[in-house]
């Protein structure tokens, strides 16, 4: 299982139009029997390569156990993961970004600290971008992260709140409403994640992200807001498309959660699975920032 966000690789489907294992039911004991292609890549090997005729194999289980089967294995050393260790831990990790929010807030002018919430974004990114390259969860690494975000987010709600009174508390519903919609629709299939779901939506997010960036360049070379995709019509269309990429991470989060319970993951990749919700979760506050300013006249 892997942290899912518009800049994370992902792990968990096959390239049939589905995934390997989809539904598969969970047994005592260990992961279940499932039918379908090998959901992820054992080490040194392509995770999306095909090898026909090949039963599936339980990515979790140890290097010498038998192959060709999704058979029980003994539970890894630290316990498998459950959906009790991956609440919890995104209530840790959400937990310190609302704390930490709220001290920049009360602590920070908004208007002349935005300098400081700059900083504390890169800062964030960074240690993000470092968490991505691991092949395990840190959750020191995880939780300065989630310190760090809060601060700029912290600043950047107050910047906007000064403008646009009101834009936080409803960028803050905006994005509840969102996630426990993504969720309903999750639990009753009504989204159905695939493989072609998983490509498009993160091929989608990268377009998204690349063309973002190059309207920033482009307003600090010319100033103003660049091409105009983040004000006016442009910026209402682009921030409803943000507002829907995050949407679809979030059902990519809930089935990566999904797998690893079902495959019997080691407990600690449950700090991987809060970090990738965390994530999707600013990235859809933000946008829902944006949107609302853009809509109420603001900046």
């Not at 700029?152 to 834009?167: K, Q």
């Not at 498009?200 to 990268?206: E, K, M, N, S």
């Not at 103003?224 to 995050?246: K, P, T």
């Amino acid at each position: 299982m892997r942290s899912s966000n518009p800049v994370f690789t992902r792990r968990g489907f096959s390239r049939e139009g589905g995934s390997g294992g989809f539904n598969a039911p969970s047994q005592a004991g260990g992961p279940t029997v499932a039918q379908g292609n090998n959901p992820y890549a054992q080490p040194g090997t392509n995770p999306y390569a095909q090898q026909p005729g090949a039963a599936p194999r339980n990515p979790y289980a140890p290097a010498d156990q038998q192959q060709g089967e999704w058979a029980p294995h003994a539970a890894p050393a630290g316990g498998r993961m459950t959906m009790d260790d991956v609440v919890s831990r995104t209530g840790m990790t959400l937990g310190l970004v609302i704390l930490a929010a709220v001290a920049s807030w009360i602590t920070f002018d908004g208007e002349k600290s935005l300098g400081i919430g700059l900083m504390a974004a890169l800062g964030a990114f960074v240690l993000a971008m470092v968490q991505a390259f691991k092949r395990r969860p840190i959750p020191a690494l995880i939780l300065s992260y989630a310190v760090l975000e809060g601060v700029f987010l912290g600043i950047i709600s107050e910047y906007f709140n000064t403008y646009v009174s009101g834009a936080v508390m409803q960028a803050v519903l905006g994005t509840m409403a969102v996630f426990f919609g993504v969720l309903v629709a999750y639990k009753l299939r009504i989204i159905r994640v695939t493989a072609r779901f998983q490509r498009f939506v993160i091929g989608a997010a990268i377009g998204f992200v690349l063309l973002m960036a190059v309207n920033m360049f482009a307003a600090l070379i010319g100033g103003g807001d660049g091409m105009g995709l983040r004000s006016g019509g442009l910026g209402i269309l682009f921030g409803v498309i943000g507002v829907v990429l995050g949407a679809c991470f979030l059902a990519l989060d809930f089935k990566q959660v999904e797998d690893g319970i079902a495959y019997g993951a080691p407990k600690n990749e449950a700090w991987l699975a809060a970090f990738g919700l965390t994530l999707t979760l600013v990235w859809i506050y933000l946008e829902m920032l944006r949107l609302v300013a853009i809509l109420q006249g603001g900046d």
